[in-house]
């Protein structure tokens, strides 16, 4: 991607709290998108569908990627993982809440990620939103939407 340095700008700006996040997951059918993403984010992303592509593309990336790939084949189900990541996306940008997964906290307590993994799936995300043609301000509002769960995953 052109400029990775982006990556710890926009999770350093952690545009709401996760407790927020979290609140709004167990809360209505429709959100909104987190304060600072545009109400009209999914619409740009390119809808579920695309969502559900850009899933599919994150996760051929972080099979790819020997720091982090060996985590999901052990702990992760790619198929499971790429349909509750489609329905968490979905509700980050805008669209209806069907998330039916655990919260970030508990999906993630046991797995010991540090900042690097992190940081290597956040790669992946920009890598899955070229490879689906989505611009790079837009899956910047992405990756913004996500980063307030960044303290649930890092956990060393």
């Known amino acids: 991607m052109k400029n990775k340095s982006v990556i710890a700008t926009v999770l350093a ?10 609140s709004a997951m167990a809360g209505e059918s429709k959100t ?3 304060p600072g993403i545009p109400s009209n984010s999914l619409e ?8 559900h592509e ?3 593309a ?12 060996w985590m999901f084949r052990e702990f992760g189900n790619p ?11 979905t509700m980050v940008l805008g669209g ?5 997964g655990a919260s970030m906290a508990a999906a993630h307590a046991d797995l010991n990620i540090n900042m690097e993994q992190f940081n290597a799936v956040v790669e992946a995300a920009y890598n899955a939103c070229e490879r689906v043609n989505i611009h790079y301000w837009t899956c910047n ?6 980063a307030p769960f960044t303290d649930d995953i890092v956990t060393r």
Do not use: H
């Not at 509002?141 to 996500?146: E, S, V």
């Open 79 to 89: 198929e499971r993982q790429i349909f509750l990541n489609t329905q968490l996306e």
């Open 13 to 22: 700006a952690g545009l709401c709290s996760a407790a927020a996040m979290q």
């Open 96 to 100: 209806p809440n069907e998330y039916q």
């Open 141 to 146: 509002q992405l990756i913004a939407a996500l």
């Open 44 to 51: 740009l992303f390119g809808g579920k569908q695309v969502v």
């Open 54 to 56: 850009w899933a599919v």
């Open 58 to 69: 994150l996760f051929y990336y972080i099979m790819l990627d020997r720091r982090i790939n």
């Open 32 to 34: 909104k998108p987190i």
